[in-house]
């Protein structure tokens, strides 16, 4: 089969390049040797837990610790300490560094040394264990190269078309660590976070650490850094602590070396990313490689692009649907933003309002089944809720989040009086319509879940799926782009198999030091005094717990502190995990720390803590929708027929209220105090009982009435505009 892909006879597209992967300022652009080194890493990488995970499976803890070990060379190879110039290679290396590089690979070596010939003598020579001189002095040197490879990647200055000498250093670092918890690990499993730990697992430990939280600051900042730290230093401050964050305290070899039990950094969130998340990333590099992302985005404008505001209205669609698979807003916002804000701007929406669309929607994404941004697995991890009901369950919130969304962008277009683009700026309809097979990779994962595969057998078969259709595009994936395809997955894989790994720490803190117990007692002192107000002080622990934090750690952290304790309130699983789910998300939207939308500010060139403040209005259903599972769980799936319909109703005009409150246009202006009466009757459409129903529906039409008799539509003023 042949395509004509000449100009003359091309569909009209607006989006190219929306499947591309954006680089980040610090991110290396290798070239020569080393580039072709670590693409056949990156590669035989994506390919280990595919074969890991479809064929041969190793022992957990031994295949979490390469996926880690793994994630941290790519890491360290690719993303450097700081921005760097992406076309200049580093300096020369001076007398101060040529001392630094030497004591760092001497230890380093010696360390290497020692576990390569302990594994030599276990595998060649049968020794169970090394000679005692083996690890005697193995730990000191560890460190020292670590502690100097860290600091001297801050200090001296890095190119961007080669690896630099510490970051190399702490390659060869993460590969001593991870190989000597391979050689130790029936011991370590045993003894860590013990009174029988010995000193070489506080060595190592912390030093794994300490690369863990160094990588995750290069690739997604200092906020979880911060957080991990604080928690490891409450590790040992506790008993100096009042109140219910006191607890007994802890030896160093002991608090330290338990953070890297299966109860912290090879815990859930790892347990997910070198599962599912691994896999549904390749889902994603695959679908990029057949360019599904720019069929989807311009199927968006096609739809939707001749409404009234089109190009926000597609961000909404768009955004939602590429959120949903790359697993991160602020990401999104760049990857979808850069096409759909400047669209924005063209038809009338100010900058600030196209920048908090875009993040809006993007960060709704992470909400979408069926896979939620990898929220989902995490969440089946913790809860032990079979994939397919979590994602049934999710259905309704995410459908009303969205329609709040929408129903936002329509007001505002329509109090502003925007067009729609004009249809030889669109692509036609009809012309896309003949590549409707490019969403089969999605129909197909959904359907293999619903008819009962793993969540891994399904993402294989997607994956796969994805290859075969790209065979009906111009982009057809032959061998090599195969191989594109597994590296690209390695390369988007670093983040978040780093966010998860440092969130591992902090949830090991919890573990080890029970606080998230004792938080549960606190919620419960408030329940009894006042339920609402626990959860509302669950609903700010959560969003605080999140911000700055990717989706997928900001969920790990709140479900470890806050979930359990809404679980002891009597609040069924299911609510309780989706409650601190959906704030943990929309804190990437939540003033001061809004993560993507200071993302969508960047482009749209508007005032960042504006555009938060904007963006967490549109938002604003994602407030409400959490309260609406505990009052009403039909929302989520679990009531009769009856009361489910009921909900979804309700709750569509509960906030299509709230979205014309926030805007101040119902069928017309709304001056103050109709806007707050409106919120009353959005508000409550909450409780899901019929008398509080019943009361919404009758402040809505009471209102609805006094806007068509009484209230003559009058254009806005200049001042009113500039107000809005």
């Known amino acids: 089969m042949t395509v004509d892909t000449s100009k003359s006879d091309s569909p009209k597209v607006i989006a190219e390049g929306v499947d591309e992967e954006p680089s980040a300022s610090n991110e290396r652009q290798l070239s020569g040797v080393q580039h072709w080194v670590l693409f056949a890493f990156c590669a035989l990488f994506t390919a280990f837990h595919l074969y890991s995970l479809n064929i041969d499976p190793m022992e957990t803890w031994a295949y979490r610790l390469l996926h880690i070990g793994g994630a941290l060379c790519i890491g360290f190879a690719l993303m450097s300490s700081w921005r760097v110039d992406k076309a200049t290679s580093a300096p020369r290396i001076d007398i101060l560094q040529a001392v630094a590089l030497t004591v760092g690979l001497a230890g380093v070596v010696w360390a290497g040394f020692c576990v390569a010939y302990a594994f030599y003598g276990r595998e060649i020579l049968g020794q169970e264990m090394p000679p005692d001189w083996v690890f005697a002095r193995f730990g000191i040197p560890l460190v020292v190269a670590t502690a100097i490879g860290i600091v001297s990647a801050w200090v001296f200055r890095s190119g961007g078309t080669s690896v630099h000498w510490p970051d190399a250093l702490l390659m060869l670092c993460s590969i001593t660590v991870i190989a000597y918890l391979l050689f130790h690990l029936e011991a370590f499993r045993l003894r860590a976070g013990t009174g029988f730990a010995e000193i070489n697992y506080l060595w190592v430990s912390l030093c794994g650490i300490a690369l863990i939280m160094e990588m995750t600051r290069r690739v997604a900042g200092l906020a979880l850094v911060s957080i991990a730290g604080i928690f490891l230093v409450y590790t040992f401050i506790g008993p100096w602590l009042p109140g219910f964050l006191h607890h007994q305290g802890y030896s160093a070899v002991r608090g330290i070396s338990y953070m890297w039990k299966d109860s912290g950094i090879l815990g859930a969130p790892i347990a997910v990313s070198s599962t599912y998340i691994i896999l549904f990333i390749t889902f994603a590099a695959f679908l990029s490689a057949s360019k599904v992302g720019d069929y989807f985005v311009n199927f968006a404008f096609a739809v939707a692009g001749r409404a009234r505001g089109g ?24 990857a979808t933003g850069s096409l759909t804000i400047p669209l924005m701007k063209k038809v009338g929406y100010r900058p600030q309002m196209a920048a908090s669309v875009e993040a809006t929607a993007s960060t709704g994404g992470q909400i979408m089944p069926p896979i939620m941004g990898a929220g989902a697995f995490i969440m089946a991890e913790i809860t032990g809720i079979p994939y397919t009901e979590l994602i049934v369950a999710a259905i309704i919130p995410a459908v009303m989040y969205f329609i709040t969304v929408y129903f936002m962008v329509d007001l505002e277009a329509v109090k502003l009086g925007m067009r729609g683009m004009n249809d030889d700026e669109l692509p036609k309809v009809r012309d896309l319509a003949r590549k409707a097979f490019l969403f089969l990779p999605v129909l197909i994962l959904i359907i293999a879940l619903f008819f009962g595969y793993t969540p891994i057998r399904a993402g294989t078969y997607a994956l796969l799926s994805a290859a075969v259709v790209s065979w009906l595009t111009p982009y057809r994936m032959g061998p090599w782009s195969v191989i594109k395809a597994l590296e690209l997955a390695a390369r988007m894989a670093i983040q978040i198999i780093a966010v998860c790994a440092c969130a591992g720490i902090i949830v090991g803190v919890i573990a080890l030091t029970g606080v998230g117990a004792r938080f549960s007692s606190l919620l419960l002192g408030l329940a009894e005094t006042s339920q609402l107000l626990a959860l509302v002080f669950a609903m700010a622990i959560s969003i605080l717990l999140g911000m700055g934090m990717p989706t997928t750690a900001a969920y790990a952290v709140a479900a470890s502190v806050v979930a359990p304790g809404l679980q002891e309130l009597g609040i069924q699983p299911l609510v309780a995990h989706f409650f601190v789910f959906y704030f943990a998300v929309i804190s990437a939207i939540t003033p001061p720390v809004a993560l993507a939308a200071y993302a969508g500010a960047a482009i749209a060139g508007s005032e960042p803590m504006r555009t938060s403040v904007t963006a ?33 109703v309700t709750g569509v005009i509960g906030v299509f209220l709230l979205a014309s409150a926030v805007q101040g246009y119902y069928f017309g202006r709304l001056n103050a105090l109709f806007r707050a009466v409106l919120l009353v009757g959005a508000l409550c459409m909450i409780n899901g009982l019929l008398v509080t129903d019943f009361a919404g529906v009758v402040i809505a039409v009471g209102i609805l009435a006094y806007q068509r008799l009484v209230v003559r539509e009058r254009p806005p003023t200049p001042a009113e505009q500039s107000a809005e």
Do not use: C
């Open 616 to 648: 967490f209005k549109i938002g604003s259903a994602a407030f409400v929708v959490p309260f609406m599972f505990y009052y009403s769980p039909a929302l989520l799936m679990e009531g009769t027929a009856i009361e489910i319909i009921q909900v979804g």
């Open 311 to 334: 190009p926000a209205k597609v961000a909404v669609f768009a955004s939602g649907l590429m959120g949903m698979i790359n697993g991160t807003s602020a990401g999104n916002v760049v």
